[in-house]
């Protein structure tokens, strides 16, 4: 997909900093300071686009494309090394600009002082791609806050992120929400939603997925006339990603495939909102997400248990 050329001032190389620090606790058990742990802030009028699990796979594809036409990346993930070795990439390609920061989407804390540190360092924010993912094999696991893990990463940070981030992406219009879910979507067993009878790592992985595409539809609808979309999709299936590849999984289709999808949502025109796409195709979801009451109680306890009002 070709990009749209947009008007882009470089950053100039001596205002460049590299920050160091990551996350800092201010007082024993008190709250964190997020600090940038490496990259330039964004020029005057350049688009912020921020995507969660970008130090790999899809997410880092993604990122490479959109700051080599010329926007400003937040970076995002676990592995430092990663994530600098991107910023430095897309440094040295002189076009674009990011800053990498560190955060643990298994850690509510992590994802408050992630959406804390972008509110403190971006006055505005025009895309937010929720995109960091796990397919997981072997047995049950839970998070820091003591959730299934694939719920949690999945679905619950990214709810969380996203309602944290809602103020500076509605004073930041247009602006969108691209939400990567996968095809492999199954409804959420709302008697056992942690998975404590019966779990696998598919099951757990395709409830997390289909939970995306629900709040997609619920927030595209309290988002209405706002100016802030939203749409989920299904980028490619079985990518030759980490995800795919470290499961010892044959790949189907290539980043390639799903760097189309995402670019599509990011950049198409009259994509609407609160829609699900495969690829880059509007399509149906699993029939629960058009169950409004089955949204609200998904909504009510992704509420309550990130703490969100
Ligand atoms: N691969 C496929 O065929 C496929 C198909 C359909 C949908 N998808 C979806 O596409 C998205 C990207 O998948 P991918 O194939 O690119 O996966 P991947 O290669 O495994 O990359 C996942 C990214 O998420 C980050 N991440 C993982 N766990 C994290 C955590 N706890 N906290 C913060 N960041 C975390 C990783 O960075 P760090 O390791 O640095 O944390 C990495 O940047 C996912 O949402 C996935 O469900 C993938």
Redesign the pocket.
């Known amino acids: 997909m070709e990009l749209g050329s947009r008007p882009v001032t470089l950053v100039s190389r001596c205002s460049a900093v590299t920050l160091i620090a990551l996350a800092a606790s201010a007082a024993q058990g008190g709250a964190q300071e997020l600090t940038a742990a490496a990259g330039l802030a964004p020029s005057e009028g350049q688009r912020v686009v921020f995507i969660?699990?970008?130090?790999?796979?899809?997410?880092?594809?993604v990122a490479r494309k959109l700051a080599a036409a010329g926007d400003h990346i937040v970076v995002?993930?676990?592995?430092?090394e990663?994530?600098k070795e991107l910023v430095a990439e897309i440094e040295s390609e002189g076009r674009g600009s990011a800053r990498f920061y560190?955060?643990?989407?298994?850690?509510f804390r992590?994802v408050r002082a992630l959406a804390q540190a972008i509110r403190r360092d971006y006055p505005r924010l025009d895309v937010l791609v929720?995109?960091?993912?796990?397919?997981l094999e072997g047995p049950r696991t839970v998070?820091q806050d003591g959730y299934e893990?694939h719920f949690?990463?999945?679905y619950l940070?990214g709810f969380l992120l996203t309602r944290e981030l809602l103020p500076l992406l509605r004073q930041s219009t247009p602006a969108r929400i691209v939400n990567?879910?996968?095809?492999?979507q199954r409804p959420v067993d709302f008697d056992n939603i942690m998975l404590e009878e019966g779990y696998s790592d598919g099951r757990a992985?395709a409830q997390?997925?289909l939970a995306?595409v629900m709040f997609t539809f619920d927030l595209a609808a309290e988002l209405e006339g706002t100016g802030v979309t939203t749409n989920a999709l299904?980028?490619?299936?079985?990518?030759?990603?980490?995800?795919?590849?470290?499961r010892g999984a044959r790949?189907?289709?290539s980043?390639a495939d799903?760097v189309a999808a995402v670019l599509h949502q990011v950049e198409g025109n009259d994509l609407g909102s609160g829609r699900y796409f495969n690829q880059t195709t509007p399509a149906r979801a699993n029939d629960q997400a058009y169950d409004p009451e089955a949204r609200a109680r998904l909504r009510a306890l992704a509420e309550r248990l990130t703490g969100v009002g």
Not at 130 to 135: L, R
């Open positions: 969660t699990g970008s130090t790999g796979g899809l997410g880092r594809e995002h993930g676990r592995n430092l990663r994530g560190v955060a643990d989407l298994g850690s992590e929720n995109n960091a993912g796990i397919w998070s893990l949690q990463v999945n940070s990567v879910s996968s095809i492999a992985y997390s997925k995306q299904h980028p490619a299936t079985m990518m030759d990603t980490d995800m795919v590849l470290e790949a189907r289709s980043v799903g």
